[in-house]
């Protein structure tokens, strides 16, 4: 009997893992990409592990995700990640009055956090602002981006999946009932064009999910909303620092090899393929990371970058909208099957997004298989790129 065959869009951590755990269940997988491995949001995005906390008050189902789910990384992905945890930190009187805020959440969302003083918070990180009046430890952490989306995809691999890279889906294919049972795409090594059959496509393009959906004549919320990043060329701290407040422009600081990054911006952008780096933007990233740590209003910069979030909602400011994620069953929604989106969530909840993916593509397909990937540790990033292989893989 032969497998279902898969057919994924999207190479960045959620299209990746999802690629994993379809293949751990018995699909044939193939994973197309425009362009490399974690070319769009995944490859820039600051790398925080979350802990939850970030949302522990305004979305609290994202924070228990995402507590949940960086306590499975840790145990998949240890190779990925760096365990330093990090410090929430009220600088003025609008921080402590979130305070007890804070606490509350974090009880309800089963965060574990822990109140030290502000003398005890200077001797953990002496870089950061000497007015400091209140501070929290916290679980969070920080992971090395490509390697993330390079372990899930080297899994995926191993396990049977076939990753044609810079190979970019132009149209979606039907059947005489209308219902998708295919793509075409253009080979950009090549300049070829191909057509691919298989059972099912599912979309996993975050901030493009809404552009691939109107090719096939559906509808996907998504609302792509950047966010300017800056990173300094010298590591300032050795924890994630946040300001202890409700989610803002600037107010995280991420150790990240031998830099930090500050981020980020939040705002919504038409084309998301061209999202310029403003200068203003920049001016206000530095300014408000020096509020955390003053050095970092005269220290060289390594460069700015941009990235696009895929938010799922219809708020009218993109911070009120849930960072959760959210999984589309096009015949559902459009009346037209063979077709999944998951779009939304956020890099440390991609597991769980992946999983609940391939738990509806399993029920569409009526296939009895259970997930695998919340014990089985991923295999080395290093094993994707192997000697004699190309990286169409």
Same mark, same amino acid.
């Not at 589309?328 to 890099?347: L, N, Q, R």
């Given at each position: 009997?032969?497998?279902?065959?898969?057919?994924?869009?999207?190479? &960045?951590?959620?299209?990746?893992?999802?690629? $994993?755990?379809?293949?751990?269940? &018995?699909?044939?997988?193939? *994973?197309?990409?425009?362009?490399?491995?974690?070319?769009?949001?995944?490859?820039?995005?600051?790398?925080?592990?979350?802990?939850?906390?970030?949302?522990?008050?305004?979305?609290?189902?994202?924070?228990?995700?995402?507590? %949940?789910?960086?306590?499975?990384?840790?145990?998949?992905?240890?190779?990925?990640?760096?365990?330093?945890? #990090?410090?929430?930190?009220?600088?003025?009187?609008?921080?402590?009055?979130?305070?007890?805020?804070?606490?509350?959440?974090?009880?309800?969302?089963?965060?574990?956090?822990?109140?030290?003083?502000?003398?005890?918070?200077?001797?953990?990180?002496?870089?950061?602002?000497?007015?400091?009046? %209140?501070?929290? +430890?916290?679980? %969070? #952490?920080?992971?090395?981006?490509?390697?993330?989306?390079?372990?899930?995809?080297?899994?995926?691999?191993? =396990? #049977?999946? *076939?990753?044609?890279?810079?190979?970019? *889906?132009?149209?979606?294919?039907? %059947?005489?009932?209308?219902?998708?049972?295919?793509?075409?795409?253009?080979? !950009?090594?090549?300049?070829?064009?191909?057509?691919?059959?298989?059972?099912? *496509?599912?979309?996993?393009?975050?901030? +493009?999910?809404?552009?691939?959906?109107?090719?096939?004549?559906?509808?996907?919320?998504?609302?792509?909303?950047?966010?300017?990043?800056?990173?300094?060329?010298?590591?300032?701290?050795?924890?994630?620092?946040?300001?202890?407040?409700?989610?803002?422009?600037?107010?995280?600081?991420?150790?990240?090899?031998?830099?930090?990054?500050? &981020?980020?911006?939040?705002?919504?952008?038409?084309?998301?393929?061209?999202?310029?780096?403003?200068?203003?933007?920049?001016?206000?990233?530095?300014?408000?990371?020096?509020?955390?740590?003053?050095?970092?209003?005269?220290?060289?910069?390594?460069?700015?970058?941009?990235?696009?979030?895929?938010?799922?909602?219809?708020?009218?400011?993109? !911070? =009120?909208?849930?960072?959760?994620?959210?999984?589309?069953?096009?015949?559902? =929604?459009? #009346?037209?099957?063979?077709?999944?989106?998951?779009?939304? &969530?956020?890099?440390?909840?991609?597991?769980?997004?992946?999983?609940?993916?391939?738990?509806?593509?399993? !029920?569409?397909?009526?296939?009895?298989?259970?997930?695998?990937?919340?014990?089985?540790?991923?295999?080395? $990033?290093?094993?994707? $790129? !192997?000697?004699?292989?190309?990286?169409?893989?």
């Amino acid at each position: 009997m032969s497998k279902p065959h898969a057919i994924l869009i999207g190479a &960045g951590f959620t299209g990746c893992a999802t690629a $994993y755990d379809l293949a751990l269940r &018995g699909f044939d997988v193939t *994973v197309l990409e425009r362009g490399d491995l974690a070319a769009g949001t995944s490859g820039r995005t600051h790398g925080l592990l979350h802990s939850g906390a970030r949302y522990c008050v305004t979305d609290q189902e994202s924070a228990v995700e995402c507590i %949940d789910e960086s306590r499975i990384l840790a145990r998949i992905a240890a190779q990925c990640i760096e365990f330093n945890g #990090g410090l929430f930190i009220a600088l003025d009187d609008s921080d402590l009055a979130f305070v007890d805020r804070f606490v509350e959440g974090a009880q309800t969302c089963h965060i574990p956090i822990e109140q030290i003083s502000p003398r005890k918070a200077l001797e953990m990180e002496p870089a950061i602002n000497p007015g400091v009046l %209140d501070a929290y +430890w916290v679980p %969070d #952490g920080t992971f090395d981006p490509l390697r993330l989306a390079l372990a899930f995809a080297a899994s995926a691999k191993a =396990s #049977g999946a *076939v990753f044609k890279l810079y190979c970019q *889906v132009e149209a979606m294919l039907a %059947d005489g009932q209308g219902n998708l049972n295919g793509v075409r795409y253009w080979d !950009r090594t090549t300049g070829q064009h191909h057509e691919l059959r298989g059972d099912i *496509v599912v979309s996993a393009t975050g901030a +493009w999910a809404g552009e691939l959906a109107e090719l096939a004549g559906a509808h996907v919320p998504v609302r792509p909303t950047p966010g300017v990043m800056v990173a300094f060329a010298s590591r300032f701290v050795e924890r994630a620092i946040n300001r202890l407040n409700k989610p803002g422009d600037g107010d995280i600081v991420l150790p990240q090899r031998r830099m930090v990054v500050v &981020g980020t911006t939040s705002f919504e952008a038409e084309d998301v393929d061209y999202i310029p780096v403003s200068e203003e933007q920049v001016a206000e990233m530095v300014k408000r990371g020096a509020d955390l740590i003053p050095a970092l209003a005269t220290a060289p910069q390594r460069g700015a970058y941009m990235a696009s979030r895929p938010l799922v909602g219809s708020g009218t400011q993109a !911070r =009120s909208i849930a960072r959760t994620f959210k999984c589309f069953d096009h015949k559902e =929604s459009d #009346g037209i099957d063979g077709f999944v989106t998951i779009t939304g &969530g956020k890099a440390t909840t991609c597991r769980a997004m992946a999983e609940a993916t391939a738990d509806m593509v399993c !029920r569409k397909l009526g296939v009895s298989a259970a997930c695998q990937t919340r014990e089985r540790p991923l295999r080395s $990033y290093r094993e994707f $790129y !192997r000697a004699g292989e190309g990286a169409r893989a």
